[in-house]
């Protein structure tokens, strides 16, 4: 049976980042055809299109330095023009210091409600209990009402007191109370927010930052599906029927998945797996034949009467995203329904034209619908109960698990390269720099 030093499965960022990173032999296994994993992008007749927002920003030194060496002069530098769009008006995202244009009941109650929020802040030693609680506690009842509790029900698909609320932290804008209320007296132009200047491919979407990987690395052995893992063995089965041996296994699998394909693995590892959780999210990509629909990047829609929860207008994010004299937007969905392509595409027309995005003579050019699953991890109260069973049954066993789905943490593009680095520093028991480009 042939043998690798460190078998790597999956090619989207986090293996990728994994085999830059190793200084050892290794083997890269992607079971798609082609790498990239979430940070592919589709095309169809000029249009191409992400499998949702993706757009790139860090606050880490490492992850700035290599994805500005991986891009190079590719990389584009963009002001972000990012909206809500609830009773009848867009306000500048973040809602909570944006609440100027709303009508006045609506910006007395969440004035009021912050007001009450932060005079009871003192008094409280208890941790929230939930991230419904959290957004209760931090922003008060009027924003949470308004914004906060429908928003995050429709991007995850299940209410907010299910969740945990740790993860929160660094990622929802807390504005102080002096923003709030000037943000409800007066417009302003000013973006907040860790990515309110983010960079973007100049050509081919965000794939691009997945092939900029390529060359850097060992060819990528596609179509190459694990179905069996051996960690006694140290070997690995593949669905053709082939076998190879490892010392150390890198893996970006979902970690359900990856268990699944454990041969003995216990029943209390089993059952932790089993516990994580997830959302489908659908991707409704349109190409529309007409220019400059929109100047703004994406727009969330909180309000139930319509199906999305954000749109994203790709052809504004780069020049060549879409054909000339044409526009393309795309949609999310979260749901557990299993719609029909046709039915869904005819509703997120429907509920755009109903926002006044699209009118009713725009015809379509490119309309397809992409299913993601798992899209977005789903913090349960007990995750980091259930992610410490896991890492204490995998890594002894010389197995480490990395990216969005492997660590199974709310990762940013930024975030799932450290995580492949990360594994790639643990499958070689010390720190990688991977500072220099790297050719095999």
Not at 170 to 178: K, N, S, W
Not at 376 to 382: A, E, G, L, S, T
């Amino acid at each position: 049976m042939a043998s690798s030093k460190v078998a790597i499965l999956g090619a989207g960022l986090a293996g990728l980042s994994a085999a830059y990173h190793l200084e050892t032999d290794y083997d890269l296994y992607e079971a798609e055809e082609r790498p990239g994993g979430l940070c592919r992008s589709l095309q169809f007749d000029g249009f191409t299109f992400d499998s949702a927002v993706h757009v790139l920003y860090s606050r880490d030194d490492y992850a700035v330095g290599l994805i500005r060496h991986l891009l190079g002069e590719e990389l584009l530098t963009i002001e972000r023009s990012s909206w809500v769009f609830s009773h009848g008006v867009h306000t500048l995202y973040p809602f909570q210091a944006n609440t100027y244009g709303l009508p006045a009941q609506v910006r007395a109650e969440c004035i009021l409600g912050l007001f009450a929020a932060k005079q009871a802040e003192p008094g409280r030693t208890d941790p929230p209990t939930s991230f419904g609680d959290w957004i209760q506690r931090t922003f008060g009842a009027g924003i949470a009402e308004h914004f906060m509790i429908p928003m995050n029900r429709k991007i995850w698909g299940v209410d907010p007191e299910e969740m945990g609320w740790e993860w929160v932290i660094g990622r929802i804008p807390v504005p102080r109370l002096e923003e709030v209320v000037q943000g409800a007296l007066e417009a302003r132009s000013t973006q907040h927010g860790p990515n309110a200047v983010f960079w973007y491919p100049a050509h081919g979407g965000m794939e691009s930052l997945a092939r900029a990987f390529l060359p850097l690395v060992e060819p990528v052995q596609l179509q190459a599906r694990v179905v069996k893992v051996q960690p006694d063995e140290h070997a690995i089965a593949f669905a053709d029927g082939r076998e190879r041996r490892y010392e150390k296994l890198i893996s970006s699998a979902p970690l359900p998945q990856l268990v699944g394909m454990i041969a003995g693995a216990p029943e209390p590892v089993r059952q932790a797996a089993a516990a994580l959780r997830s959302n489908r999210v659908f991707a409704v990509h349109l190409g529309i034949d007409r220019p400059g629909l929109s100047d703004k990047h994406w727009v969330y829609y909180p309000e139930p009467q319509f199906v999305f929860q954000r749109i994203s207008i790709p052809s504004n994010f780069a020049p060549g995203l879409a054909p000339p004299g044409a526009s393309s937007i795309t949609a999310e969905v979260t749901s557990a329904r299993h719609w029909r392509s046709d039915e869904l595409i005819g509703r997120v027309v429907s509920d755009l034209q109903l926002a006044s995005v699209l009118a009713e003579t725009d015809r379509l050019r490119v309309a397809h619908v992409q299913e993601l699953d798992p899209a977005y991890v789903i913090y349960r109260p007990d995750h980091r109960e259930q992610m410490t069973v896991l890492r204490e049954y995998l890594e002894p066993r010389s197995i480490f698990s990395c990216g969005r789905f492997g660590d199974w943490e709310y990762l940013n593009m930024d975030h799932a390269i450290l995580s492949g680095k990360r594994a790639a520093e643990l499958a070689a028991g010390r720190p990688l720099s991977g500072r220099h480009p790297r050719g095999h």
